[in-house]
């Protein structure tokens, strides 16, 4: 694990997590998740809340941005909100210099506060454009937006209490009748079941008030700690190809080579309903319509729901033989030239999918080079043929050895995807002398571009050589 830390960011009705990592002690891992909570109650209330929290958002950004030469001298974030509040907030000991206190009456304290530290990240976001902005001269010069659709996060006695999943009610501050008081909101039956059979045992954290649609929720964050496999116990993989005709191809190998089982997943119906949805809006472009807002919603909708199933298949195949690691292929388009078919291709949803579930139940979740993995055949002939480099009307996925044999290119890659992992953990194993044989021995492990499963099965016997001489 080369990183400290890793954030999925909340896609719809996925799980969010951030994943925090010790490199001294690679395998204890945090996670948090999060999972909202259906409102029933008071819904004027709650959007009286959320309207006048938003409009004290608008008020202090450009508050904020014409004293940013005096924020910017403050070392810390915290000092830069003190400072904010000063300005803003009357006390026995202060004096406000603008009528926020009049504009916001009432306003509680850790609303103000929250505002304000959300206000601060804006501003702030918005310098740091600009002065790329004048660097570069590239482009219409940044604006700053004082329209945020902004939600607040609810602090614990100042803004909520109470949580009762038995009877199903949450109490928050809200704006009624001209007073900020505590309402009490009723919740889902179903959430409160899923939070005392999951999420009872975790800790919780304060909640964010959010909208979708017509209703309210309150989406909590939940803390807790895991342990990885460690990594000199990782005895068996998945190695997973996400392909473009095949949304995935899995295989599971061993440390030597081993292949013990192989999947092929790819959901038809979905891809069918998707391309069903691309020939309405196609149709509707050539009558001239060109908003199609709500067949476009669809089409991202299937190709989510496509990338979930996908990420999901891929952990039950692999957590059904047992794998310590479910590894994929490093996939960076960035700079390159555009691919048509992967318009719709969610592969960076599929990792993060794959990473959240394989974290929480302890495996990990590895990346190798994605170079020449469908090119060059696993049993170490060299650069194959592929799709239409055999004859024009071979399929894509079909791949042509030097020797005349045809395989499944994506099963190909699944195989040296795999290898490289393993010759990878190998030689990071073995001490530097050895290292420097071994590669003698067997030169394509020099490139990771270059491996494929009979270097690994070459490397193995090249080490078991290696050792012998040296027992002996």
């Known amino acids: 694990m080369n990183f400290d830390k890793i954030i999925v960011e909340s896609f719809g009705s996925l799980t969010t997590y951030r994943i925090i990592t010790n490199r001294k002690e690679d395998t204890k891992m945090r996670l948090t998740t999060s999972h909202k909570m259906k409102l029933t109650g008071d ?6 809340s959320l309207a006048i929290y938003r409009q004290a958002l608008t008020y202090l950004i450009p508050i904020i941005d014409n004293g940013w030469k005096e924020l910017s001298k403050c070392e810390f974030s915290n000092q830069k909100q003190r400072l904010v509040e000063t300005w803003v907030h009357s006390t026995q000991n202060n004096q406000a210099q603008f009528d926020f206190d009049l504009e916001f009456p009432k306003l509680p304290t850790y609303l103000r506060r929250s505002a304000i530290s959300k206000a601060l990240g804006i501003v702030s976001s918005y310098r740091s454009n600009l002065a790329n902005w004048k660097a570069n001269q590239e482009g219409p010069a940044p604006k700053l937006q004082l329209v945020h659709y902004e939600y607040p996060a609810y602090y614990k006695r100042n803004l909520f209490k109470n949580f009762d999943p038995i009877h199903q009610t949450i109490e928050l501050k809200v704006f009624k009748n001209g007073d900020w008081a505590f309402e009490q ?26 909208k979708k649609g017509r209703r309210f ?14 990594e000199e116990s990782i005895s068996k993989i998945c190695a997973v ?5 095949t949304d995935a191809t899995c295989s599971i190998m061993d440390k030597d080579g081993t292949v013990y089982a192989r999947k092929f997943i790819s959901f038809s119906k979905e891809h069918d309903r998707l391309h069903t949805q691309l020939g309405r809006i196609k149709r509707n472009q050539k009558r001239g319509s060109r908003h199609n807002k709500t067949l476009w919603r669809k089409v991202s909708g299937i190709s989510q729901d496509i990338a979930d199933k996908t990420a999901i298949d891929i952990f039950e195949f692999g957590k059904e033989h047992g794998v310590d690691v479910f590894v994929l292929e490093y996939l960076d388009f960035k700079g390159k030239k555009a691919v048509k078919r992967a318009h719709f291709w969610r592969y960076k949803r599929i990792y993060k999918v794959l990473a959240q579930k394989a974290h929480q139940y302890g495996l990990r979740i590895s990346r190798v080079n994605a170079r020449n993995t469908s090119r060059l055949a696993f049993d170490g002939t060299g650069r194959s043929k592929r799709g239409c480099e055999i004859t024009p009307s071979t399929s894509y996925s079909t791949l042509q050895f030097t020797t005349g044999k045809f395989y499944n290119a994506d099963l190909n890659a699944s195989y040296n995807i795999g290898a490289r992992y393993f010759i990878r953990h190998l030689l990071k194993t073995v001490t530097a002398t050895q290292r420097l044989t071994l590669e003698a021995k067997v030169p394509q492990v020099t490139k990771r571009s270059t491996c494929t499963l009979s270097d690994l099965i070459n490397l193995r016997s090249a080490l078991a050589v290696l050792t012998a001489k040296r027992q002996a």
């Open 217 to 230: 929720y309150a989406t909590f964050s939940y803390e807790e700690n895991t342990v990885l496999v460690p």
């Open 185 to 210: 909101y009723g919740l889902k039956q179903s959430d409160c079941t899923y939070y005392k059979r999951y999420l009872a045992g975790k800790k919780q954290n304060v909640p964010i008030l959010q």
């Open 43 to 48: 819904f004027q209330a709650l959007e009286a």
């Open 241 to 245: 190809d996400l392909g473009l005709e």
